[in-house]
Nanobody, 128 residues
Framework: QFHLVESGGGLVQPGGSLRLSCTAS????????IGWFRQAPGKGREGVSC????????DYADSVKGRFTISRDNGKNTVYLQMNSLKPEDTAVYYC?????????????????????WGQGTQVTVSS
């Protein structure tokens, strides 16, 4: 069993930016499709973004397109979620997840059952 660790959450004003990081110490992230999810209080887990193995394919939820960007730094074994123009409705706990089930050039936004390893989450709060 390997572990994912998210970091970079915090409190930011509307219109601000944050960059979340997802890293693992026991395995190489570019061998797995990675998804970012979020869960707001009282709501279900929502898919935000995904990236295929080695990063050829990315996708985003409509609610974050044009504002969020997923990327990899293989040298640091880290996947990032750059979040710009943040809105109060972006407030949630953000999770990264790795999939051993998705093929080489495939990623799926949402659909948590495709992802089999999860981090512990990092809180993002957007408020003035």
């Amino acid at each position: 069993q390997f572990h994912l660790v998210e970091s970079g959450g915090g409190l930011v004003q509307p219109g601000g930016s944050l960059r979340l990081s997802c890293t693992a110490s026991e395995f190489t992230l570019d061998k797995y499709a990675i998804g970012w999810f979020r869960q707001a209080p009282g709501k279900g887990r929502e898919g935000v973004s995904c990236m295929s193995r080695e990063g050829a394919i990315t996708d985003y939820a409509d609610s974050v397109k044009g504002r969020f960007t997923i990327s990899r730094d293989n040298g640091k074994n880290t996947v990032y979620l750059q979040m710009n123009s943040l809105k109060p409705e972006d407030t949630a706990v953000y999770y990264c997840a790795a999939s051993t089930l998705l093929g080489q050039d495939t990623c799926v936004v949402g659909r948590p059952h495709f992802y089999d390893t999860w981090g512990q989450g990092t809180q993002v709060t957007v408020s003035s």
